[in-house]
């Protein structure tokens, strides 16, 4: 009879890799703590005021053989997410105390110099205590290559000590930084964007901009993009109409539009010829994309052109408003082999050939429809 326990160690690291497993499955056995250890010692979540991730960690970490912390390499300080079901919500639990962040801090001055990953947020942490612990990352680490921040609450941004607390990280690790992912419910300073532009090393940027942020990327991306010649990887959200400047300015500005492999923008949908000409000259500036991801009004006239402009793509994720859009784009022009997924969003009807047409240009698509829609066709069949 097989059991779990007949997988081989290879299976087993796949399935403790998902989120949160690793944590349990080290503590059940012998054989799965020397599969599963690993895995949860790439990143360390630190919860606030969780009896176990701050007492228990600190006495688990100080008994911790000096070779055994070296394999932690991130540290992410998050909060704790408790779901409603009352509301079928999310809410966060934002407990976090001093104790905890003693804690906390003695576990990242255990782990010494070999983090090189740092995630915060403010949602559960408070702003002080995210300037000591960025403050302590200057103590304890050498360098960081990847960093990320969510700053959720209007006040992160008026404490001085954890905004100058940013400006230096970015300017200690400017030619360390490969990873940068901002989420803003407010705009940083000018003296903050100007050390982020110092990061000329970074292959992957994510801005998030909240609604009630100002409409600031006109402002910033003429002034980090150009100094960013490695860049691959764009993500910019910002629950705001699309312009036809932003865009423009977005493939003007990169050093090398060309090189760019994945490029996420989403915006709230305006009408496509506000911005279209400008969409179809971004595409013909970034032929080698392989990710696009674009939740904008799409016209069939930007379909065809990412149809024949974007040989190597390989997904491709859309919302469409427009009540006439026929994915005219896929019915009438070979897409290159490499495409293996679609998703699409609509309000409107999706053209009835969507899934033939998709099936004939590559049969390793797999295509997920989702929204308010009819269609000609039934998923199941496809998938």
Known sequence: MSTIDNLPPEILADIFAHEGLSDIARQVCHRWREIALPIWQRRLVLL???PFKDLGMLEYFQNFSLQDRIFVRALDFCSRREYDSNNNSVFYVEVADQACLRNALLIQSLLGSKIIELSLTDTG???ESLSDILQANYRATRHLTHFQISLFQTESFRTSN??????GLFRRDASYLKSLVLDLAQTLPTSAWAAIAECTQLDSFHLGLHRSSEPILTDILGLVLPKWTSLTSI???QPRFLSAEILSLLYKHLPHPHQLRELHLIFEACKASLYEQE???MIHAMPNLQILVAHLDWTNRMMEHVAVKLPNLRE?????ANLNFTCSGISYTTWGQGLEKVNMRTSGKIWGGFLEAIRRRSR???TLVYG???WGGSVDEWE
């Open 48 to 50: 606030p005021s969780d």
């Open 125 to 127: 942490w408070s702003p």
């Open 162 to 167: 954890l905004v100058d607390s940013m400006i």
């Open 235 to 237: 993500y910019i959200c």
């Open 279 to 281: 969409f179809i000259e």
């Open 316 to 320: 491709l994720s859309i919302t469409c």
């Open 364 to 366: 390793r698509v797999k």
């Open 372 to 374: 308010s829609m009819k």
